[in-house]
């Protein structure tokens, strides 16, 4: 089975061609992670590559409840646990590092805490909370080209920062309507400067970002989600079907570690999605990484039609900590309990069984 076959990315050899999903599982508190975190993820250990839950790389990204962050010398200590107990079972494992800018409550922002976008537009829909429970998401402010530098440095710092935490690599979060993604938008960003406006000004964000990252920690180590047509938390892209060409070219002369796209059933997506995930595979020439409803039938058949270098799997890491062997064995697997996704403690988290 091809799933099960090595691969090399970046300069990692990886077991299999079976990756961990980023997943947001809420159990920071205080945005620290902590022992609890590193026994979950040591459990995954023998997926080909972790990639873990979004990641702030700054105070101001802290949009949601108790997600950890990669700013302070607290987290970073919080995050070798982590690295060192997937590295002991021979793991590898990537930070997702993740900026929510407008898709925030400032009450999940630590003091000081901003929230920041591309224009001052709020998103539509709600977020949780834990001290009101829902409010709406907050109307960010327009973020000035001061602020997008320094953003832009946050993000270099969280690499390093990452590394010195012992990850084997970042990926940038630029799916799902967070920071990056609301830069590439024709509905979130109404700038009218160079970061706004045409595709080339939409997508020079999260180049910037690229390259600045790529230069502290090497660009073998960074990776970038996307996720064309995905219409979650808000966000349109009205030229999809050019603008993701012309960023896979930009991204053709990084020599990144891989691109991660999504592939979303089509139901949910602006219809002209799943034809642009399609060409991505002939527009980029480095390593692809794709995900999104794929169990081992259809992931394997990806793989097959070479359409994939490698698989992204999240729910089903989730709640299979074994999922390699399993695939292996066709064994049965446990299914994923929504209710717990996002509630604190080990419940619904360390406690689904391996076989
Ligand atoms: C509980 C949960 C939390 C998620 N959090 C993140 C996240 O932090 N970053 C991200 O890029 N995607 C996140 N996702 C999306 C997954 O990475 C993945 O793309 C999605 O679940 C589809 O894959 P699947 O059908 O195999 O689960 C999350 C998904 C779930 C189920």
Redesign the pocket.
């Known amino acids: 089975m091809k799933l099960l076959e090595p691969i090399k990315v970046g300069d990692m050899q990886l077991h299999n061609r079976m990756a961990m999903?980023?997943?947001?599982?809420s159990r920071a508190i205080g945005n620290v992670p902590n022992a609890l975190i590193a026994e979950y993820y040591k459990q995954r250990s023998s997926a080909g590559l972790i990639i873990t839950?979004?990641t702030s790389p700054s105070p101001n990204g802290l949009g949601y409840a108790r997600i950890p962050g990669i700013y302070s010398k607290e987290q970073i200590a919080g995050w070798k646990l982590v690295t060192d107990a997937v590295h002991e079972n021979n793991g590898h494992i990537f930070l997702?590092i993740?900026h929510t800018g407008r898709i925030a409550a400032t009450q999940n922002l630590p003091q000081g805490g901003i929230v920041l976008a591309p224009s001052a537009i709020a998103a539509a829909g709600q977020m949780w909370t834990d001290s009101v429970q829902m409010v709406p998401n907050a109307t960010p402010k327009e973020m000035t080209i001061d602020e997008i530098k320094s953003t832009i440095e946050e993000y270099k710092q969280a690499a390093i920062n990452a590394i010195e935490a012992g990850f084997d690599g970042v990926e940038l979060?630029s799916?799902?309507g967070y920071l990056p993604n609301q830069f590439l938008s024709t509905s979130a960003n109404q700038r009218t400067d160079e970061y706004g406006g045409s595709i080339e000004n939409r997508s020079r964000f999260i180049i910037e970002v690229l390259a600045a990252m790529s230069k502290a920690i090497g660009s073998h180590k960074v990776g970038i989600?996307l996720s064309p047509g995905m219409v979650f938390n808000d966000i349109e892209i009205d030229d999809a079907t050019q603008l993701f060409p012309y960023l896979l070219q930009q991204l053709n002369g990084l020599d990144l570690a891989y691109v991660h796209v999504?592939r979303i059933p089509n139901w949910e997506v602006t219809p002209n999605s799943f034809e642009v995930v399609k060409t991505f595979r002939e527009t980029y020439k480095g390593t692809l990484l794709v995900?999104?409803?794929?169990d081992r039938e259809s992931g394997e058949q990806l793989l097959q039609d070479n359409q994939a270098d490698m698989m992204?799997?999240?729910?089903?890491f989730?709640s299979n900590p074994d999922l390699p062997a399993r695939f292996e064995k066709e064994a049965v697997l446990n299914a994923p309990d929504q209710a717990t996704?996002?509630t604190p403690g080990a419940i619904g988290y360390t406690d689904y069984p391996s076989l």
Do not use: N, W
């Open positions: 999903a980023p997943m947001t599982r839950e979004g997702q993740m979060h799916a799902s989600k999504m995900g999104c409803a794929f992204v799997y999240g729910s089903l989730l996704f996002y």
